[in-house]
């Protein structure tokens, strides 16, 4: 009867053995399938959109999802939801330093400082509260005050490799480029995977034509930031500013699988294909520039070139009139070179080397706006 009883047991309890191990597969199925952030954020949004709908007078629920709608790059919408958070709640200083940081985002620097300065009055003392005063302060060009605001940021966070990256760009704009250098160098010694101080750095040494120095510091940054597309295309203006060529077009090509918008590199490399004369490929690379930068003079006057260099004399016209339209550079070449295109018996001489595009680093927080693209600063730099 035991036997009976023993083996009656160990089936049972193979058969919730088996049950359990069939609800842990099941779970496991489930567990492996992959949710995005994406698709985090989205729920999270609708969450917030229902609370909303059952208690529209609470700030919190607008400030959360504002957060939400920064997460997925809807600036206007984060902007809205700030300033309705600020009209319910306007003693809550959370919500007036984040409405001065989508401000900041959105380029209205002048709000931004007045929400910034609200926060402070309600009595924050935050180390991104200063850190984003004095990133304000530095585009409006108030340099004393920018680092008395990012000085005071470094007391409340000594270790912040924000603080340090901002004095440097501080001290670049205002022409010490001995401080920037040794500002940006102590922000990389509180994050050495700070990519933008790595980029900032190499930019000054480009500037000073110490291009091995430069190289230093952007193999370094590529070491601990492989995925950061402006340390190879700066990595590509230094080799080319020293005749490696090669090299050069290698790293803006990893720039670019990096990020393909990257506008500058496609302008570069553009440049080496024109002054090879290899106009079909200078063709299509300035054509990707004029897309991404439909204000771009000099690349439509390149383009230009190149297709009147293949022929296409009609979309060459299209392109010097473009240069005309925009007033910027190259105004009087574009203009000869229609007059050129309209003679019935023309023949395009062989243009002289295009300018490089300067150096560059990622869209920096101090520039409220896209850089434009100049030419590389060198001794006798030669126009088309």
């Known amino acids: 009867m035991k036997g009976g009883l023993h083996h009656v047991w160990i089936c049972l309890l193979t058969g919730l053995l088996l049950a359990c191990q069939g609800r842990t597969d099941q779970a496991e199925r489930i567990r492996d399938v992959p949710v995005t952030d994406e698709e985090k954020v989205a729920a999270r949004l609708r ?25 997925k790059g809807q600036d206007d919408q984060a902007l809205t939801d700030l300033q309705s958070a600020v009209r319910l709640d306007s003693n809550e200083a959370r919500y007036h330093l984040a409405l001065a940081q989508q401000y900041r985002t959105q380029a209205d620097i002048r709000k931004g400082m007045r929400a910034a300065r ?42 912040s490799p924000q603080g340090y990256y901002y004095k440097g760009l501080v ?84 720039a670019l699988s990096i990020d393909s918008t990257l506008h500058l590199a496609w302008y570069n490399l553009g440049a080496m294909d024109l002054n090879d004369r290899n106009y079909a490929e200078a063709a299509s690379k300035f054509e990707k520039v004029v897309n991404l930068q439909p204000e771009e003079a000099r690349a439509h006057y390149f383009l230009a070139l190149a297709l ?48 490089e595009a300067i150096s560059t680093t990622k869209p920096e927080p101090a520039k409220p706006t896209t850089p434009k693209l100049a030419p590389v600063a060198e001794k006798n730099p030669s126009e088309l």
């Open 308 to 355: 009147r260099r293949l022929g296409r004399k009609e979309q060459a016209a299209t392109h010097f009139s473009q240069v005309l339209a925009l007033q910027k550079e190259y105004v009087p070449e574009a203009t000869q070179a229609l007059k050129w295109l309209r003679q019935p018996a023309y023949t395009p001489s062989q243009p002289k080397p295009a300018p």
């Open 47 to 71: 969450a917030m959109n229902d609370a909303i709908a059952r208690n529209p007078d609470e700030a919190e629920y607008y400030f959360r999802r504002a957060d939400l709608y920064r997460q």
């Open 171 to 254: 001290y670049a704009e205002s022409g010490d480029t001995a401080l920037a250098i040794s500002s940006l160098q102590t922000a990389l010694e509180q994050d050495v995977a700070y990519a933008e101080a790595y980029n900032s750095i190499s930019k000054l040494l480009l500037a000073r034509e110490q291009y091995r120095d430069a190289l230093l510091y952007l193999n370094a940054g590529t070491r601990f930031t492989p995925d950061d597309p402006f340390l190879y295309y700066n990595k590509g203006v230094a080799y080319k500013a020293t005749d490696q060529l090669d090299s050069a077009r290698q790293n803006y090509e990893r």
């Open 118 to 159: 609200k926060a402070e009055s309600l009595g924050m003392e935050a180390p991104e509260l200063y850190f984003t005063l004095g990133e304000m302060y530095l585009i409006v060009r108030e340099y004393q005050q920018a680092l008395d605001a990012l000085n005071q940021g470094l007391r409340l966070s000594p270790f």
